[in-house]
């Protein structure tokens, strides 16, 4: 007697979690998507000609909501019908790569993660489908363990971790041994290496899907309101990660399952073994270029370096007496005073801190994408804003050494070589147009 679901089965209840939790994910962050004719932050694309001001700030905006729209509708048709689903997803993985390569803040690991899996369910027969999506959370799972495993991560955000944790249950690590508390640290990455690894064998697949559930269930508490009080991104992609965990790896697949051709001819074509061999390929790349992560040529979040404070970033300042033309979303933050625990870049009371990570969450909902260039492309932007020569300056901080902690530092002053830090990038710095009209 056959027990268990099909492959088809599988794929198309897989489709239907990740289309329903993409649509969460979006309203959650909708900022993000429904970008609003009043919102300050600049917007960096991908490529240079896609800010080249052929459009006015309201032309843009309204191609923002046209694409989401029709992205949001074919996430929606992906919920309730398996018909012309190839048309459905291929028409969603274009909008998602349109919408994101208007800007770069778009490339959420949890948007990465749903464009790779259009791209399976477009092209791959339905037998290869569930297997290729196995690997690529195992490859976030071991990736995001291998970003952790790092002197910043154990003295940082691994500590801040721990403590809440502790402090959920009435506890404090205030009094434990160093190594007690590097070895309790350490746990955080060691359980997710060890989920990737078990995931991977078929032997401990099904244990090892309910540990990761209790894995993101902890996860969801220590992310909560109630204790670290982060985004709601975050708590919903956990949520996706606990569901993907059972329909991926714990529910039962029929022993007897072969490899079928599949019939679907809604894009004229078989979904044959060329498009086996291309998703193959892509998913390599996938899966082997975030070993580059460390060297800065590949970024951190496609890398799945996930809540690791090793990352790359730009601290920018900006003379005080220019602080009142600053965007006024950004004004009140920028006019506080010097912090004493502030960066290197705080040398006097001339300078204020612009804090663009905490500016970007306020308008986008979104922690901002963690790379350089991206903080770069904001100070060019602020630059422009406020018509300012020499009263701004960066600070440009590369990736932290996985042993020392230590980073690359770079300073710019002046517009001139803030401009000319673009030459440092493969991507684009520039972002798009301000509004003349301000």
Known sequence: MVTGFSVEQLAGLLRRCLAVFALALIAVTYKLWFVS??????????????????FTLAESRRIDWLLTCLLLASLILATVTQRLRRTIDCIAMVTAILLVSLDQQRLQPWMYQLMIALLVFTLAEDYWIVRFLRWLVISIYG????????????????????????????LSSQGWHAWAVFAAVLLFPVCELALAICLAWQTTRRAAALAACVFHTVLIVLFSPAVLGHSWGVLVWNAQFLVQAIVLFFLPVHSNDVPKPDQ????????????????VGILGCVMILPLSERWAIWDHWPSWALYAPHTSRTEIQVARTVVDRLPSSLRQW???PPSEQAGELNSADLWANVPIDRWCLEQSGTPMYPQSRVG??????????????FEIRVQVRGPAGRFTGQREIRYFQGRAEIDSASDLYWCNTTPRPIDSSR
């Open 376 to 389: 770069i492309g904001v100070a060019r932007w602020l630059a422009a804003y406020v018509d300012s020569e």
């Open 264 to 279: 679907s001819r809604t894009l004229q074509f078989k979904s044959t073994a060329l498009g086996n061999y291309l998703t």
């Open 143 to 170: 990736y995001s363990a291998l970003g952790k495993l790092d002197t910043q991560f154990i003295h940082t955000v691994g500590r801040e971790f721990l403590d809440a944790l502790l402090g959920i249950v009435g």
């Open 37 to 54: 004719t009043t919102a300050e932050y600049p917007q960096i694309p991908w490529f240079e000609f896609l800010a080249d001001g052929s």
């Open 334 to 336: 920028s006019a506080e």
